[in-house]
């Protein structure tokens, strides 16, 4: 699948799992951000950390790539966990 293009964003929304091995552990996660838009996270530097917060809302920046699917990939460089 080609990117149409990639651009550094920081998109806060809910964090949530997207991918799930065969003993249905969490693989990956992705944001529903506040934006509507549906951001999978395809790397982190800290990816383990980042599996700790699902469910919470969260802000991350990073480089965006918009899938050809209208969908959105991030390589996540930065998160943190947003205050209720």
Known sequence: MKSKG????????????EKWDD?????GVSIQAFDENE??????LDEKD?????KKKVTVA???FERSDGK???EV???EVMEN
């Not at 990639?6 to 929304?13: C, L, P, R, Y």
């Open 39 to 44: 951001y999978i996270v395809k790397s982190c």
């Open 72 to 74: 959105f990939n991030i």
């Open 6 to 17: 990639m651009h550094q964003q920081t998109v806060s929304g809910i964090l949530i799992p």
């Open 62 to 64: 990073g480089k965006v």
């Open 50 to 54: 980042l599996f700790d917060f699902i």
């Open 23 to 27: 003993k249905n552990n969490v693989i």
């Open 77 to 79: 460089n930065y998160f």
